[in-house]
Antibody
Framework: QVHLVQSGAEVKRPGASVKVSCKASGYTFTSYSVAWVRQAPGQGLEWMGW????????NYPQKFQGRVSVTADTSRTTAFMELRTLRSDDTALYFC??????????????WGQGTLVTVSS | DIQMTQSPSSLSASVGDRVTITCRAS??????LNWYQQKPGKAPKLLIYGASNLQSGVPSRFSGGGSGTDFTLTSSSLQPDDFATYYC?????????FGRGTKVDI
């Protein structure tokens, strides 16, 4: 069965960086993109980008370009999300998710458990 | 960016009720619409993809409909496990965007 297991909670100072990992198992890692979605306290869901572990291609929304990097280590079937220059409003629960598609329809069918990142001075 | 507007933002219902949630896109997204269920502190769970396709393992009381700009998610008979927040998400264009959620409680 498919599992995505994320690294533990982090506390960071404003201006620092954070790197969250997402270990995938139960499927062929290079056959599916891994996406990152975050949720600020009491707020909705926000897509941050994804990577194709097959070829390393990435896609980020303009809001996060230059501040977020998503990478993948195929030997460890693990994806990573690094967010730089942290601000207090980056405090959120960060999820990784597997991106699946049928034809041209894509969706997030399996999710990690979430990693809480707290940014505080 | 494509804006996804859900209504209502919250609703109160009882076990056994038929409940429908609406999601409207700011432009035509064909059937590139997915629905997720989320419980507090947990990851979202995929319910419906492609506007009307039931994800494997999801109870058949859930159904999705619509195309273009207007979509619905319906539970035909609300069960205790269905009290949660529901989000729509478009996969038509970048950036991928979600609705702000509809909280279903007792």
């Amino acid at each position: 069965q498919v599992h995505l297991v994320q690294s533990g909670a982090e506390v960071k100072r404003p201006g620092a960086s954070v790197k969250v990992s997402c270990k995938a198992s139960g499927y062929t890692f290079t056959s599916y993109s891994v996406a990152w979605v975050r949720q600020a306290p009491g707020q909705g869901l926000e897509w941050m980008g994804w990577i194709s572990p097959y070829n390393g291609n990435t896609n980020y929304p303009q809001k996060f370009q230059g501040r977020v990097s998503v990478t993948a280590d195929t030997s460890r079937t693990t994806a990573f999300m690094e967010l730089r220059t942290l601000r207090s409003d980056d405090t959120a629960l960060y999820f990784c998710a597997r991106r699946t598609w049928i034809g041209e329809i894509s969706y997030f069918d399996f999710w990690g458990q979430g990693t809480l990142v707290t940014v505080s001075s | 960016d494509i804006q996804m507007t859900q209504s209502p933002s919250s609703l109160s219902a009882s076990v056994g009720d038929r409940v429908t949630i609406t999601c409207r896109a700011s432009q035509n997204i064909s059937n590139y619409l997915n629905w997720y269920q989320q419980k507090p502190g947990k990851a979202p769970k995929l319910l419906i993809y492609g506007a009307s396709n039931l994800q494997s393992g999801v109870p058949s009381r859930f159904s999705g409909g619509g195309s273009g700009t207007d979509f619905t998610l319906t539970s035909s008979s609300l069960q205790p496990d269905d009290f949660a927040t529901y989000y729509c998400q478009q996969s038509y264009r970048y950036p991928r965007t979600f609705g702000r959620g509809t909280k279903v409680d007792i």
